[in-house]
T-cell receptor, first 110, second 113 residues
Framework: GESVGLHLPTLSVQEGDNSIINCAYS??????FIWYKQESGKGPQFIID?????DKRQGQRVTVLLNKTVKHLSLQIAATQPGDSAVYFC?????????FGTGTSLTVIP | DAGVTQSPTHLIKTRGQHVTLRCSPI?????VSWYQQVLGQGPQFIFQ???????GRGNFPDRFSARQFPNYSSELNVNALLLGDSALYLC????????????FGPGTRLTVT
């Protein structure tokens, strides 16, 4: 089966600082890598994705970096806000199947 | 515009029983996927349906089945429930052209006793 794991289960950052959430994956054949955010009591919410042939993609306040050499994915959140507090999942898509990691809980300290 | 809706919100069943969970996708979305999320873990992919056909299947036993209707709504059925089936069942819809942008519903919390 697929293996998508996260380096740190919890992360606390000061409001206004930048956050970096890391993820390791094992399937080199995945087509896309995707980040989702899940707030308490809600379903996951799509944040950003990156195709496997790209190294970097930027969105609004977020940047995803893909290092295929070491099979590592990261999500950078600029100027972290209290509303960013949630569990963040990396996921990889292979064909029509999605594989989610365990998740990192991000807490923003006001 | 309404998001993905799921019913029921919560459900309690006994081991050995059968359960049916329902999902209505966002209007215009033809792809529906089902996930199982055990507390403290990431969602585990169960099925993907598009145009009423199964397009993807995760590593779940045959006790799990699903179908998609002409209006693109979907049902997830689980037979012979086990205690380990207790979880949050999530439904997600997406436009077929942008499959990564899945929109998740709030989920159905299933408790098997």
């Amino acid at each position: 089966g697929e293996s998508v794991g996260l380096h740190l289960p919890t992360l606390s950052v000061q409001e206004g600082d930048n956050s970096i959430i890391n993820c390791a994956y094992s399937n080199s054949a995945s087509d896309y890598f995707i980040w989702y955010k899940q707030e308490s009591g809600k379903g996951p919410q799509f944040i950003i994705d990156i195709r496997s042939n790209m190294d970097k993609r930027q969105g609004q306040r977020v940047t995803v970096l893909l290092n295929k050499t070491v099979k590592h994915l990261s999500l950078q959140i600029a100027a972290t806000q209290p509303g960013d507090s949630a569990v963040y999942f990396c996921a990889e898509r292979s064909g029509n199947q999605f594989y989610f990691g365990t998740g990192t809980s991000l807490t923003v300290i006001p | 515009d309404a998001g993905v809706t799921q019913s029921p919100t919560h459900l309690i069943k006994t081991r050995g029983q059968h359960v049916t969970l329902r999902c209505s996708p966002i209007s215009g979305h033809k792809s529906v996927s089902w996930y199982q999320q055990v507390l403290g873990q990431g969602p585990q992919f169960i099925f993907q349906y598009y145009e009423k056909e199964e397009r993807g299947r995760g590593n779940f036993p045959d006790r799990f089945s699903a179908r998609q209707f002409p209006n693109y709504s979907s049902e997830l059925n689980v037979n012979a429930l086990l205690l380990g089936d207790s979880a949050l069942y999530l439904c997600a819809s997406s436009p077929w052209t942008v499959p990564n942008e899945q929109y998740f519903g709030p989920g159905t919390r299933l408790t098997v006793t």
